[in-house]
């Protein structure tokens, strides 16, 4: 009886989410919009004070009702662009959240599992962006070639950058990073045969099975958008890179990260050998911004230097921050609420930097470890579903 | 003694920092299934020394040699492979970990599915961890069941005295050949202290062929548990022997209680 109604609370949740998200993306006028973030802000203070509810939400992705819980929220999740049919402009937005949460999850390894502040993750959803790009356009390469490309040639610079970086730590790696970002901007920016400052334009959308997710489909008297396939696309790669992201941290490794970012000495003294894994969070963590980067490539169809500046870069770091560190669900939420919103706001684009700046203080000042924090990791599954 | 019972040979070690000598020609063998006891004043070097033992200090000059092979210029993980593991004066937890997080990486150096498996074979890895996970318990519950049984905590919500538990507990499960427990029972009340000393007595006779270095500051628990004693002040070392034999020594005498 008493997990039923756990169900029940739990769905309500998500459903109520949801609908206040696709309100929010309806919304026409900018008051209605502060007004539901207002709403959700209200509801959510409301539940943390509410014990027992609070407790059934925040386990509903590891406790006993994850199946439940899981399950509604992937059909919500596809449930949602077909309430936007007719706005192409919000399927967009949205399939830019997805976008940004692959690179985001990939530096969630390095910021959340091993506490390595790295600055230029823009850098190489560029290059994944620009390698795609360059291959499809000059070479006439499809998107199925280009993407495993690209995640060499992205794994390839990530060693590049987390070679150097090893020899630093915290701030000063921080700074290595800063530096690469301008570099990498830079020689692309100046370079002829990346388009200089003009980009890359005309790059078209993959092809499955010879079916162009350009296309529009006809159901019936039903049109769905190109955008509305591409999102799916987008989706599915989400769920690939999460599945992968999940298990890298339940892995030894993910244990080792964890290790090393709490505490070198002792993780030297039982034989953790830093190089490797530092070096391998740089690898994974740039194929993920890779990926991100081509598959932003082939659906806005345009590159330009402007996708791997400092900006995007501290973005993306923004977003790990936001979202909480180490935990793949809070960075997905803190990478989705950042590109969402702002897209929202787009009349206040100038005070954008003003906005992120004004969201790390809120944070830092009273919820530091982010809106989803890091949790324990749980074993011996099945004594824990026993006792239950 | 022959050659073959020495676990570890430090010979004439010297430590400079700047112009301070920590460690100033220091000789020491510890043997096989020994339980060796290192004390000394404040600063006297202990834990400079196992700092270099464990590779985090490279020495001025002097060799340590571990079962007959030179442990100089081997990394700490290197060493830590070859199976001498520590403790730390001031716990050194991951303590953002969990309790059983912390004792599970104590077993990181075994055998353990890779990176492959995890990304396609989650399943034959969580077997493996519940294997794990049930000899870490036992481990910990050797010092405390509370421990075992609360072992979803973060390690930095522990008491000083549990900290040291889990730190031990963690060395423990290294399958370590030559351990190195640096002020293990500080902190700890006499009761509490005399229960570790007989869970590491307990330890050493299970384990064969393991030594044990204990730096220890309280003569009388090096008296209970330590078979040999090794005297460390201002980085020398000034007397070896029995407990027995050190206590009647002037020159200890002086150095740790003070002239008289």
Redesign the interface.
Known sequence: MKKATNYIVIIIFQVFIFAALILFLKAESLFFSIGILVVIAAALFFLRREKRLYEVLNTSFTGSSRRISVTSFIILIVLLPFFFLKSGYILHVLTFALIYIIAALGLNFQIGSCGMVNFAQSTFFGIGAYTSALLSTRFDLSFWVCLPLAIIITGVLGLALGWPSLKTKSFYLSLVSIAFCYIAFLLVHNMRWTGGPDGVPGILKPKIFGFSLARAIRIGGIVLPGNLTYYFFALAFVALALI?AR??H????G??W??L???E??????????TVNKL?AFIFGSIYAGVAGVLYAHFVGFVSPENMTFHVGLLMVSMVILGGMDNNFGVMLGAALLVIIPEKFRAFQDYRLLFYGLIMILMLLFRPQGLIP?K???????RVKENE | MNNSTTLLKASDIVMQFGGLKALNGVSLEVHRDEILGLIGPNGSGKTTFFNIVTGIYKQTSGLVEFKGESLTGKTCQQIAQRGVIRTFQTSRLWFDLSIIDNVLLGMYMREKPGLVTAVFNPKALRRDFDTKVEEAKAVLSIFDPELAENCYRKTKDLSLVDRRRVEISRAIVANPRLLLLDEPAAGMDVSETSDLMKDIQKLKREKKDIGIIVIEHDMMVISSIAERVVVFNFGKKIAEGTYEEIKSNTEVREAYLGKA
């Open positions: 992968i298990r890298f339940n892995s030894w490794m244990l080792s964890n290790a970012r709490e505490d000495i002792a993780s030297k003294c039982y034989g953790i050998n830093l391998l890091f324990v990791r749980k074993y011996e599954w099945k």
